[in-house]
Structures are given as structure tokens and as C-alpha cells.
């Protein structure tokens, strides 16, 4: 699929990311004299965000955050911030003048009190080196190019509106979505998005790069534009927002791309890895009588019959077709012991085992361990819930290290003689067993890092939902997975709504009343029809949140269980979900990036060591000209997005930069040995902009004229999630 990129191995030390180029108008007269002083200046690859505690801003400094691109942040509700003066904003260098900030962020086109000499200073920095402004969410009005509202445009609430990026958008800073950005529209009683659409002054230098329909009209308004006036440049965004939401998501990209003009450290990429957990092996199933799971720990021993889920050969050969035609590759946590204990029981048969070796190459494989046992401290089951035995003196009774080498090791032997591909270094054991894991056991095994340091494990799988920060166990880092809430046990539709009624009722609607009692958890309003609840209400949901790690940059990948792909196959419409969805969201140039586990903890480890070597001061980057300079400490690999056809090496003597995504080339790469990355910018016109003042707009008032009587300017608002 043209969407989806299978990246089996990753180049060692280097991790290749991007973003979307913007188009460039033609400069005026103005624009270019300030070309010319930012072309001898220095410009620090650093965003300047002045916020007022509102979410669009903050939305803004956290796309930069996890981008890894420097920012500043001059909060203007804080009594002790600094002033925004000349000298704060420029000074010299060298003898050579400074430009501290490559682009502006503010909450809106004016936030300032009338007559601020801190506008004043930075109306006069963007003009003298050509640096643009975001107004991050601001009222349209004539003073930002935009005719008011209140004549012809629209202002309120626009859940569900389908915006799109208009050809000038395409051809500009959000060439990488495919056209379309739908409004989110999660709580039909929830104004969950507010906007101010309307069309661009007449006569004023503005260009429109996204729009929506006007209710009750058959126009368009803007959402999203640009504004050139008095030598200077200014993306005009005129919808509410928080980071969480698609909307913002989707245009995240293109605004920080417009705002650096695709020259600035960080970088960032749509990843997408699913793990199949308990693969070979059987999965118990739900019983919806008895509320609990037969043969696992939340049944009291003796309750019930197990009656294991365990996937087909047919299961098998759908999963292969689905991977081939979604051009998407699966990660299979497999347990031999499951293999060996069926053929056991079945005279020597296992179809299951025999279609997967056949197909192997269809799959990355994932030493899960043997046979799937519980790592940690020995459980006592003789209660629910269980707890952790404990020895004469009352310590914790653990796993021994020789049954955590039997397992990794046992497991590798059975992949050497099935002829499975198993990636060496990478472990995931069964429930992330051997980590810590609260309440029962608020540490890891003690055998954990030895064990996993003498059979040579690199990356090991966690819960993101219990320790999702990376962390060093012996000789392995840890790769923190997200856990998709299909549930292990449930083959059948019917098994997974009835439990996920369970779980997510009150006592008083049947349920168990976990909702109720557990922090951070919902319940339902009612309980989900057996019949419309998996497809109405829990696939929706999990393709949304699934997606949202996606659309975050969030490298983790997600886990489902083999019991998912078997019998009514109940975690293909989630995955197919979040492809199709992807797919229409995204141009070409934007594909999902498939990694192996290995590869998607080396690029968390090199995330961590260039945050924090952003947050010690010990970065600094800039450029003069069509030269970038970028110094990072020594072994931490150098983040950044740059146009394409950026070469390294003074004058581009040196190979091609980056790898393309998103219309623009990224990477890390390290510096060389004098600490120093130097990149060559490709030949580029000067930075847009006009000074043609706007004219009145037809049948509106001039510009520069108060806010209509009656027209309130209502503070930004979206539902936090």
C-alpha cells in the first residue's frame, strides 16, 4: 500500500524523520531588504512562544516539545518574565549581528495592550531579519487580513466540519496531508472546537491554505491563512484547539514547517507497530457467567472449565493475506512450549505452527518466551486477587534466575529449529512478567537484569500503561507498548462486549463496579448491545485513541493477543481503522513507518539523549545564510528537518542530509569530530512577504477598525481528553 513503509532494519546510528516545505510567494521590495539582513545575520534555530495559559499555544510548544525543536517559552501571566525588548530579542555575536529566534509564537495577532513597545520591539525584529509570527488562535478581523464575522463569515462551534487544505495549502507548508481535515465531533452535548470563518479583506495580500464551509452559505471561510503586510509574515489561525485533538494533529506539522521554513532541529514521523502477543501458544477465555477467566488468575482456582482460545491454520493464512494486501508487517510474540505441548495432545499434529513456519517471512518474530509463565515473585493464587508469596522471614519469593534463562534460551532454541526469523536481542515476556508491576510487586525480579544481560537482551517490551518512560534492566533498555483494549481473553464479539460491560458498568447497572472505584476510569451509560456495541462504540474508540498515539509521533508500538486474530478475528477492524484512516489523511510522501521493536527503542533512546541535551544548554545551532551550524555533545546524534536537496559539508561538498518524509528531508546524524554538523541549504527564494496595506472589504468596515458592537471575542475552549 502506497501509505504504509516496512522498514525491516534500521541504518545503525541513524533514524530518518521529516516534514512539508511551504511555498514562496514573491517577495516585495521590503521583504527583500530584510532578506538581506538576515542573510548576513545569525539566526538561532529557536522558536519564541509567548503564551497566556490558553491550549493553543501550549498545543504549539508541545508539538515543538516532541518534535525535539528549541523553543522559548515567555509566559505573559507570570509577574517575574522577562521583557520582550531589542535586547532580548537580538544582539551580536561575534561582531556579527544575532537573531535569537527564527519565528514567534502568539496567542493572537495582538495580545499586547495598545501602543506595547513589546509589540513595537517585535514588529521591528520580524521586519529587520524577515523572522514570521503564528497567531496561534486568533478573532478575524481586518488587522490580520480577515473581513469580521459578523458580514457574511460565521463564528461558533464547528464539531464534525470537514475543513480542507486548498491548493495553495497543498503546494505550500501542508502538501503532506491528502486535502481533507475533519473536525473532531467525540460528545454530541460538548462544543468540543470554536472557529471564526470568514474571507480574506479585499485588496489584502492573503492567502488562504485552509478552509471550511460557511454554514448556510456556499462559500468558503478560513481557517488557516497567511498575511503579508508591512514587510512581514503572519499565519493567521482562527480555530480553538488542544494539542489532543485530530484537527490540530493534522495541521501541527505544516504550522511548525511554516514558522521555521523547513530549517530546524527536531524531527518527527507517523509510526505504527502492532505486536501479536502469545503467539503458538493458547489464550483462556472469558466466561460471561461466571465474570472471570477459567484457568487465569482472576478466577478463583477450580472455578470453571478452561476453554483456550488458540488461532487456526486458516487463522494463519487470513493474517498473511491481511498483512500482503495492507502492505503492513505484524510482530509475532510467539511461545514455542505452546507449539510443543499441542503436538503433545495432538499426536504430533499442529497445522497452526506448520502454516506460520510456511509463512514465516510474512512476519517479524519476537522471543516471547517458552511457555508464557508469570516472571516476577511467585504468585499465591489462592485468593483474587493474587499476591506475591512470601518466604519464612516474609520476604518475597522470586522467580529463580535459572527458570528466566530456560525460558529466553529454550524459546531462541525453538525459533533455531523452526527456521523462524527471531530478531536476537529483543524479549517481550509473558504480561511483561519480571518488571515491576503494582500493587502485588512494586519492584522487578532481582534475576531480571542478570538474566536478560546473559542472554544478550537489548530491548525489552513493557506496559506503557504501567512503566511507560524508558529505563535500563541489565543490559536491556526498555520499549514501552501500548496496550489496545481488545482483550486477551475474548475471541468472539460477544466475549469481548460482555466483558467490557463488565468492566465498564456500575454496580447498579450490573456491572463490577471497577468504573467506579479505579482512577482514571469511566463507565458507560449504559451497557453496549451485544449486537452493534463492539462495532458502534469499542472499534471507534480504539481506532480514535489508537490513532492518536499515531498522529502524536509516537513511536511505541501498540499489542494485541493471538486470541484476536482468531475466530471472529475481532482486532482486524481496529487495525484496518487506524490504515484506513491514515490513508485518507495522507499524501504519498507521508507513510505510516512500521518498525521492529529494536529499532523503535533505539530511536526512544536517541529521542531521550538529544531532549536532554537540549534541556542542559548544550546544543546551539544557527544559521548565516545557506549555512547551518549545529554543535551537540559527542555521541548524541543530531536531530534535525531541513529542505529538500540540503547536502553536509561548507558549500555542500558532502553527501545529501536526511532521508525524505513529508516533503522535506530529516534525520539524525552525528556531528563530526569537532562537535560541529554543518548543513548546505538548497538555492531558495527570500522569505515571502508584502507591503501593500489591506483595502476595505466590500460591503465591510475599513480596516483597523474596533470590533463590531455586540461582537465578543469568547476565549478559546476544547475538550480536554
Known amino acids: 500500500m502506497k501509505r504504509s513503509l516496512r522498514t525491516a532494519v534500521l541504518t545503525s546510528g541513524v533514524l530518518l524523520l521529516g516534514a512539508g516545505i511551504p511555498a514562496a510567494p514573491a517577495a516585495s521590495a521590503a521583504t527583500a531588504a530584510a532578506a538581506g539582513a538576515a542573510q548576513d545575520a545569525r539566526v538561532d534555530l529557536r522558536v519564541l512562544v509567548v503564551a497566556d495559559g490558553g491550549p493553543a499555544t501550549a498545543a504549539i510548544a508541545a508539538e515543538l516539545a516532541a518534535a525535539g525543536t528549541p523553543y522559548t517559552l515567555v509566559d505573559l501571566g507570570r509577574a517575574n518574565r522577562p521583557v520582550i525588548d531589542g535586547a532580548f530579542l537580538a544582539d551580536t555575536v561575534d561582531g556579527r549581528p544575532r537573531a535569537r529566534f527564527q519565528a514567534v509564537v502568539l496567542p493572537n495577532d495582538e495580545p499586547f495592550p495598545a501602543g506595547s513597545a513589546e ?42 466540519v470537514r475543513a480542507e487544505v486548498t491548493a495553495a495549502g497543498k ?170 505441548e499441542h503436538r503433545e495432545e495432538h499426536g504430533g499434529a499442529d497445522p497452526t505452527a506448520d502454516r506460520l513456519v510456511a509463512d514465516r517471512t510474512a512476519f517479524r518474530w519476537i522471543n516471547h518466551t517458552y511457555d508464557h509463565p508469570y516472571l516476577g515473585c511467585e504468585q499465591d493464587v489462592s485468593s483474587v486477587p493474587w499476591k506475591c508469596a512470601v518466604n519464612a522471614d516474609g520476604t518475597t519469593k522470586w522467580v529463580s534466575r535459572a527458570e528466566l534463562d ?127 456495541g463492539y462495532r458502534d462504540h469499542i472499534v471507534p474508540l480504539e481506532t480514535r485513541t489508537a490513532l492518536g498515539h499515531v498522529l502524536s509521533g509516537d513511536p511505541k508500538p501498540h499489542f494485541v493477543h493471538q486470541s484476536n486474530l482468531a475466530e471472529d478475528r475481532i482486532g482486524y477492524p481496529v487495525l484496518d481503522g487506524v490504515l484506513d484512516a491514515y490513508e485518507g489523511l495522507f499524501a504519498a510522501d507521508t507513510p505510516l513507518v512500521n518498525l521492529p521493536m529494536s529499532a523503535v527503542g533505539a530511536e526512544l533512546r536517541d529521542r531521550a539523549a538529544w531532549d536532554a541535551a537540549l534541556a542542559a544548554g548544550e546544543v546551539t545551532a544557527y544559521r548565516i545564510g545557506d549555512t547551518v551550524t549545529v554543535r551537540a555533545p559527542e555521541g548524541v546524534p543530531v536531530a534535525a528537518t531541513m529542505p529538500a536537496g540540503t547536502r553536509t559539508g561548507t558549500g555542500g561538498q558532502g553527501p545529501a542530509f536526511g532521508e525524505p518524509y513529508a516533503g522535506t528531508v530529516s534525520g539524525r546524524t552525528a556531528p563530526g569530530q569537532d562537535g560541529a554538523l554543518v548543513l548546505t541549504l538548497p538555492d531558495a527564494p527570500a522569505p515571502p512577504a508584502a507591503d501593500a496595506p489591506a483595502a476595505p472589504a466590500e460591503g465591510g468596515p475599513p480596516p483597523h477598525t474596533p470590533v463590531p458592537a455586540g461582537v465578543a471575542r469568547p476565549a478559546p475552549f476544547a475538550a480536554e481528553r
Not at 513595537?120 to 520580524?126: K, N, R, W
Open 119 to 160: 509589540m513595537a520591539a517585535l514588529v521591528a525584529y520580524q521586519k529587520t531579519y524577515g523572522v514570521p509570527q503564528v497567531d496561534a488562535y486568533t478573532y478575524a478581523r481586518p488587522q490580520n487580513g480577515l473581513q469580521y464575522p459578523v458580514y457574511g463569515g460565521y463564528l461558533g462551534p464547528v464539531d464534525g
Open 171 to 340: 503546494a505550500g507548508p501542508f502538501g503532506y496531508l491528502d486535502g481533507a481535515v475533519p473536525f473532531e465531533d467525540n460528545a454530541p452535548d460538548v462544543n468540543e472546537s470554536y472557529a471564526f470563518l470568514s474571507k480574506p479583506v479585499a485588496g489584502a495580500d492573503f492567502t488562504p491554505y485552509v478552509e471550511a464551509p460557511i454554514p448556510g452559505r456556499a462559500d468558503r471561510g478560513v481557517l488557516v491563512g497567511e498575511y503579508r503586510h508591512d514587510g512581514r509574515r503572519e499565519l493567521v489561525v482562527t480555530f480553538a484547539y488542544n494539542q489532543h485533538q485530530r484537527q490540530f494533529r493534522l495541521l501541527a506539522r505544516g504550522i511548525v514547517d511554516w514558522m521555521t521554513g523547513s530549517v530546524r532541529l527536531g524531527s518527527s514521523r507517523h509510526h505504527f507497530a502492532v505486536h501479536v502477543d502469545d503467539v503458538l501458544a493458547a489464550d483462556d477465555r472469558w466466561d460471561p457467567v461466571l465474570n472471570c477467566t477459567p484457568g487465569d488468575v482472576d478466577c478463583a482456582p477450580g472455578t470453571g472449565t478452561p476453554d483456550p482460545i488458540r488461532m487456526t491454520a486458516d487463522d494463519v493464512a487470513y493474517a498473511v493475506d491481511w498483512s500482503r494486501r495492507r502492505g503492513f508487517t505484524l510482530d509475532m510474540a510467539f511461545n514455542g512450549g505452546g507449539s510443543v
Open 406 to 532: 530456560h525460558q529466553i534460551a529454550d524459546n531462541r532454541r525453538f525459533a533455531e529449529q523452526a527456521g523462524l526469523p527471531l530478531r536476537e536481542g529483543e524479549l517481550v515476556t509473558g504480561e511483561h512478567s519480571g518488571l515491576k508491576l503494582l500493587p502485588q510487586q512494586p519492584e522487578d525480579n532481582p534475576h531480571l537484569a542478570p538474566s536478560l544481560t546473559a542472554n544478550g537482551i537489548s530491548w525489552l517490551g513493557a506496559d506503557n500503561s504501567r512503566d511507560p518512560g524508558q529505563r535500563r534492566v541489565g543490559s536491556a533498555l526498555t520499549v514501552a507498548r501500548h496496550p489496545v483494549n481488545i482483550f486477551y481473553n475474548a475471541g468472539r464479539v460477544a466475549e469481548q462486549v460482555d466483558e467490557y460491560n463488565w468492566i465498564y458498568t456500575s454496580r447498579a447497572q450490573g456491572g463490577s463496579g471497577l468504573c467506579e472505584t479505579l482512577p482514571g476510569t469511566t463507565c458507560l451509560d449504559a451497557p453496549l448491545d451485544s449486537a452493534t
